[in-house]
């Protein structure tokens, strides 16, 4: 079988520019062009959509690694990246994480994908490095690792959660619990330290009886929650990670008899779509979930159209405090 | 490149013997899964991905065709589908249903997959049709259309559903709504004829103003509750197609100051996990939807792997009722 590699040879270039050059990339010179495309059709080399992949790299494919596909959170992000990506010519594939990155990346590199949406939580991942080492393009989705750059789409997080926590410390509240996410997530350190940094302005700290961390999903919410809750002295709010974390909260409260907001304030982070549920009415902190999802599905086009020269692009979005319910006054 | 064509030669065996002993398939024995084994690594043979596509026609890939990707129904099929296909060593690609029955066809025949599990909604669709015309295999997930016949995975929703109306019938309901399913769809069809004939044994019907059709979301749950529960002569109990419009009820009663089941019960059907939530304690007709959805994958999978001349197999979960706090003796 003929294969790139044969082509570069014949016209004397190296593999990634006989690629460039049938992408038809501004990046390869005319002349380079034409010697590619003499060269391949002169060994019959045909780029079908398989050959492609194994030869010029193409396959409209983009992989999506996720932790965990059953948390609600990736089902309405999973949506508009699906739509973003397929009305520009893509498929997405989904992926999740498995504990050992080399085997997850080993998958991502064997699987004739484009490029990655990273929207897995861990920021110690060696995985971006292997993927960059590899060669493939990627996205950080909702989190950036600082070992490795790329495109990233991320939510600024202090204005919202700044907004939050003022209102908190205004209606009174000095005994406040938090359900934290993972401590190696960078939203999720990252929500934490504005939390912290703006109750300090007020005296107030989270202590560490009453701090409990988790992932950020369902079960810790409600397990923190419970733990909080069953405690002698327990917190007037809880400031949960994500909203997720915030429906198990909720849930747990319930089950106790506590009634939210009048025993215990419950606070969440996303502003999912189950959060303004009458039956929910969740407190939590907004931004455009949706926008945020079609930008890294066309950020990751665009570098797959542009190549890897161009500069990495930063976008982020901001957030806001959304008040419902499950916020109010402290009752002691 | 050592093809699987090479490792068969060389074991002894026929290519798709090869194939099987390489997935650990149980039809191979273990003496034949050792030789294939020894000639893959006498050969350096490796089944990557794209080699493997162009070499023995495949891809890996199966392909998921949904409705609706952000509705919960999917989230919690998607997950265990997911999963099920890794561990067999296949991706998931990702697909929803547009409008044109042909742009579909096409997208999903020119996307290099080797099968397709349909989880679309619509019995009337000629896109199994189109699949079978063109050798694309497939397996019904949850649905059946009875133009083309494939190998399918479905409710058995008799018992359930009989035993939920039962219930509705011993505890004295008699002015009955309903929020059915989209009129197309085999499952909602299905659900409507065993709730009304198990009605008919008592003498009740659901009659025309107290049944409310839509798709199997929130928001037909939630308009098909309000407009029921505004009437002059509300229904006692509103029976809904699935958990997930259930939920749009259950936030329609409250938002109209409706206690549940005090002043109306509301009963779903799919048992997903937000059906146990403390602040939900729906009702609901139970299956298990993580085997029946890791079943449509080994399903597609064994007819990957055995080839279209095999039977055709149907495989049926069975229903029940479960019991939580939505549904009560009527108030009236």
């Given at each position: 079988m003929v294969t790139s590699h044969d082509v570069a040879r014949l016209a004397g270039v190296s593999q990634p520019t006989v690629s460039r050059a049938l992408r038809d990339?501004?990046?390869?010179?005319e002349l380079t062009r034409l010697r590619v495309r003499e060269a391949a059709t002169a060994l019959g080399y045909v780029p079908s959509d398989t050959g492609r992949a194994l030869s010029v790299g193409r396959t409209h494919r983009v992989g999506l690694l996720v932790t965990?596909?059953?948390?609600q959170f990736y089902t309405h992000t999973i949506a508009p990246m699906h739509h973003a990506l397929e009305s520009l010519g893509y498929q997405l594939v989904l992926h999740t994480e498995a504990s050992d990155t080399g085997r997850v990346a080993d998958r991502l590199l064997s699987n004739?994908?484009?490029g990655v949406l990273l929207a897995t939580?861990?920021?110690?991942?060696?995985l971006p490095v292997r993927l960059r080492d590899r060669g493939m393009p990627f996205v950080y989705f909702n989190r950036r690792a600082s070992a490795v750059e790329a495109d990233s789409v991320e939510v600024e997080a202090r204005s919202g959660m700044r907004e939050l926590t003022e209102r908190i410390l205004a209606l009174g509240h000095r005994r406040v619990g938090a359900v934290l996410?993972?401590?190696?997530a960078s939203t999720a350190s990252n929500r934490e330290l504005i939390l912290r940094s703006t109750l300090a302005t007020a005296g107030v700290t989270v202590p560490d009886e009453l701090a409990f961390r988790g992932g950020f999903d369902f079960a810790t919410g409600y397990a923190g929650a419970h733990r909080l809750l069953e405690q002698?002295?327990?917190?007037?709010v809880i400031v949960c990670a994500n909203d997720v974390v915030a429906y198990g909260a909720l849930n747990a409260a319930r089950e106790l008899g506590r009634e939210v907001p009048g025993d215990v304030s419950i606070t969440g982070f996303d502003n999912l779509p189950e959060a303004s549920w009458p039956l929910l009415q969740l407190t939590t902190v907004a931004f455009d979930l949706e926008a945020m999802a079609r930008r890294a599905a066309s950020l990751m086009v665009d570098r797959l159209t542009f190549g890897p020269g161009e500069p990495y692009r930063h976008e982020w979005f901001p957030s806001h405090l959304v008040e419902r319910s499950t916020l109010g006054p402290p009752s002691r």
């Open positions: 990339s501004p990046k390869v010179s965990d596909l059953a948390n004739s994908l484009d939580t861990a920021t110690d991942s060696l996410g993972p401590a190696n002698d002295d327990p917190p007037t």
